[in-house]
């Protein structure tokens, strides 16, 4: 069955360092892969957007790698921030125009 | 604010009432999603809409479980005969045609406790 893991439920780092979250998938070929990030009580916003043919993306802090191969995502933030501090969520999306599948999130904690 | 909007925010309801939510998305927006979210998950999908056709539904939508989009703008998401199971935050979200589906952009969510 088609599985999603982000593999850490929890990450804890220091202000300053660089944080990196992991998306695997299993059974999937996504077209695309897209990073959201959730603060307690609000819905998902949208990040960064990676496509199947792309290798990397940056955005300001931000870089997200797609690797098809290990099927697998990294989301790195650099120069961290206690603002940064929140629930980061991959969701893939399926080819055809199916709705996105979601990861359970990774909770970031940026400790000054 | 052309953000994603829903109502209620909350919504606290007794085991077989019946609830009704609202969803007006950005104007722009062609698609729209509803997904259900509880604590310690992702959202998980229920619907969509492109304009005012629903396009795709959940198998684990219970037929309890009904949405409409009756002029390709606003939507509602009704549940029927709720039960304790029932309590969430039920997301919505909206994305432009030219994304395809990506890029999706979500309300702020209502929260149902089912009691």
């Known amino acids: 069955s088609q599985k999603i893991e982000q593999n850490s439920e929890a990450l804890n780092i220091q202000e300053g360092k660089t944080a990196t979250l992991t998306c695997n998938y299993t059974?999937?070929?996504?077209?695309?892969l897209q990073w959201y990030r959730q603060d307690p009580g609000r819905g998902p916003v949208f990040l960064l957007l990676?496509?199947?043919?792309?290798k990397e993306k940056r955005k300001e802090r931000l870089k997200v790698t797609f690797d098809t191969t290990l099927k697998q995502s990294l989301f790195h933030i650099t120069a961290s921030q206690p603002a940064d501090s929140a629930t980061y969520l991959c969701?893939?999306?399926?080819?055809?125009?199916?709705?996105?599948?979601f990861g359970k999130g990774t909770r970031l904690s940026v400790i000054a | 604010d052309t953000g994603v909007s829903q109502n209620p925010r909350h919504k606290i309801t007794k085991r077989g009432q019946n609830v009704t939510f609202r969803c007006d998305p950005i104007?722009?927006?062609?698609?729209l999603y509803w997904y259900r979210q509880t604590l310690g998950q992702g959202p998980e999908f229920l619907t969509y809409?492109?304009?005012?056709?629903?396009?795709?539904k959940s198998r684990l939508l219970s037929d309890r479980f009904s949405a409409e989009r009756p002029k390709g703008s606003f939507s509602t998401l009704e549940i029927q005969r709720t039960e304790q199971g029932d309590s969430a935050m039920y997301l919505c979200?909206?994305?432009?045609?030219?994304?395809?589906?990506?890029?999706?952009?979500f309300g702020p969510g209502t929260r149902l406790t089912v009691t």
């Open positions: 979200a909206s994305s432009p045609a030219r994304t395809g589906g990506a890029e999706q952009y």
């Open positions: 969701a893939l999306d399926m080819r055809g125009n199916t709705p996105l599948v």
């Open positions: 990676i496509r199947e043919n792309e």
């Open positions: 059974n999937y070929s996504p077209a695309y």
């Open positions: 104007s722009e927006h062609n698609r």
């Open positions: 809409f492109q304009n005012e056709a629903q396009l795709e």
